[in-house]
């Protein structure tokens, strides 16, 4: 492994042992215990082309918003083996006071907004929305609007929608203090609302993700399985007739409504029991 510039960009050359034609390696910069950035070694390069060793090379911009603290060495893991030296880089921390946020409306549990940098236009913060230390929503204030660009705030790219993950509310309502690039900003608290039966639905997803992502792909394949149903039971050499395609779909979408409700009152029951 040899690192080349660490200034505005590191550079993954490679290492020898590893056949980095099979595998991408996982490459974190860290100060610390704190992660920084990340990034896959798998960018070509011609000189790693003509060694034969595949495309192993990456890049990392130092985005000075991930750090809390100025740093003045970073250390580098590959797949979660750290190397034995730390690299200089001197980066220092945004400030509270160099940043702008505004909360403009909250419509329901939607929140609406823009963030930027003062010290650097190009920069897209990241915003979130934390309540009793969880953080309940996050996005990136990324979004172009018009009315900042008119009023010269930068490019005008600092927009954010956040829509909360209600299965992290504590309650009904809740207070939420927002974040920005992991800074406290000195606004008032939002106070975010939403019914109980939609924080248990959301509960429910966040239980059963890997299950519900299993369903998803049990889905797509029955809507194949459908379409191909309707091509076998069309005679040969005749335009698909509409009512073989409507009794087929009606029987796989009673079937498929039966066992979706089923499988969500079980759902349900389980998370009740969990209370």
């Known amino acids: 492994m040899e690192i080349g510039t660490i200034r505005k960009k590191l550079i ?12 991408s390696p996982q490459i974190e910069v860290y100060s ?8 896959k070694a798998s960018q070509p390069r011609v000189d790693l082309t003509q060694a ?8 990392i911009l130092p985005d000075r918003g991930a750090l809390q603290h100025d740093i003045t060495s970073v250390q580098i893991f ?9 690299y200089p880089l001197q980066l220092q921390a945004f400030k509270i006071e160099d940043y702008k946020c505004n909360i403009d409306e909250t419509k329901g549990v ?3 907004g823009w963030a930027c940098n003062n010290q650097e236009g190009a920069h897209r913060p990241k915003v979130e ?7 309940v929503a996050q996005g990136v204030a990324e979004m172009f609007r018009q009315d900042l660009l008119d009023a010269k705030i930068g490019d005008g790219k600092y927009g954010f929608n956040l829509q909360p993950n209600l299965a992290h509310f504590s309650s009904t309502t809740v207070l939420a203090q927002v974040y920005v690039d992991g ?10 609302t939403a019914s109980q039966e939609a924080i248990d639905r959301a509960r429910l997803e966040n239980e059963f993700t890997e299950e519900l992502g299993t369903y998803n792909e049990q889905l797509n394949r029955e809507k194949k399985r459908i379409a191909e149903q309707i091509v076998d039971a069309t005679p040969q050499g005749q335009e698909t007739n509409l009512n073989i395609v409507a009794n ?10 039966a066992r979706l409700s089923m499988l969500e009152r079980v759902m349900l029951q389980y998370l009740d029991e969990r209370k």
């Open 12 to 23: 993954h050359v490679c290492h020898p042992l590893i056949d980095f034609k099979e595998t």
């Open 32 to 39: 610390g215990s704190s992660l920084l950035w990340s990034a």
């Open 52 to 59: 034969d060793l595949g495309n192993a090379a990456f890049s």
């Open 78 to 86: 590959i797949d979660g083996h750290k190397l034995k030296k730390s």
């Open 110 to 112: 939607l929140v609406r």
């Open 129 to 135: 929305l934390r309540s009793q230390g969880n953080v």
């Open 183 to 192: 800074k406290e900003m000195d606004l008032a608290p939002i106070e975010l």
């Open 248 to 257: 087929i779909a009606l029987d796989n979408i009673a079937d498929l409504s």
